[in-house]
């Protein structure tokens, strides 16, 4: 019940193209959903979050979709560029205080120029 | 610069030998916390802090200690217990009356030989 499920695995684009990653989760205690950014050798960093309130969210190219009756919540990189080549995680947390995030195994995204 | 950081970013470690991971932060953030990052699958919880003196296992804790002697240092003790230990271990921070967000470290490899 504490698992995000994440697909898919890798992902090649050409640039210009919008990759669209997919997150399920099982746990209705969620309520912070974050997308976070990797590049080889690196730690991640936040891209964008949602909280379950919305159904979308926008922030410049980067788009989060969430259905909560579906419990899934998804990623779309508008415009891809080459540089948003990385491995991309999707996250939860619950509404206790501790803020700890569970994560899916990652998505490696391929933006070809 | 505030930031969070590990060291070393890369460790060999014979078998039955423990070794201890660095995190300092100076964001004066309340919360600390430990992942292993292993391909294909997502950064896994070992161990979390809230406050100085307390801590929590996550969900590998199996052959790990911590400490959290200071609200600016979370070290982590990867212990001859530790059936594979090879890894990327990623430390973060966050700010409990903040947004959620965890601030990652860039890493620290560890290799057993």
């Known amino acids: 019940q504490q698992q995000v499920k994440q697909s898919p695995q890798s992902l090649i684009v050409q640039k210009g193209g919008i990759p669209i990653i997919n997150c399920a989760y099982e746990n209705t205690a969620f309520d912070y959903f974050p997308w976070y950014q990797q590049f080889p050798g690196k730690g991640p960093a936040l891209l964008i979050a949602?909280?379950?309130?919305?159904s979308e969210k926008k922030e410049g190219r980067f788009t989060i979709s969430f259905n909560k009756s579906a419990k899934q919540f998804s990623l779309h990189i508008m415009d891809s560029q080459p540089g948003d080549s990385a491995t991309y995680f999707c996250?939860?947390?619950?509404?206790?205080?501790?803020?700890?995030?569970?994560f899916g195994s990652g998505t490696r995204l391929l933006v070809r120029p | 610069d505030g930031g969070i950081t590990q060291s070393p970013k890369y460790l060999f470690r014979k078998e039955g030998q423990n070794v201890t991971l660095s995190c300092e932060q100076n964001?004066?953030?309340?919360?600390m916390y430990w992942y292993r990052q292993d391909p294909g699958q997502g950064l896994r919880l070992i161990y979390y802090s809230q406050i100085v003196n307390d801590f929590q296992k996550g969900d590998i804790a199996e052959g790990y200690s911590v400490s959290r002697e200071k609200k600016e240092s979370f070290p982590l003790t990867v212990t001859s217990a530790q059936k594979n230990p090879t890894a990327f271990y990623l430390c973060a921070s966050t700010n409990l009356a903040g947004t959620g967000e965890l601030f990652f470290g860039e890493g620290s490899r560890l290799t057993v030989l």
């Open positions: 949602i909280r379950p309130d919305v």
């Open positions: 996250a939860a947390s619950g509404m206790d205080s501790s803020y700890k995030l569970i």
């Open positions: 964001l004066n953030h309340d919360a």
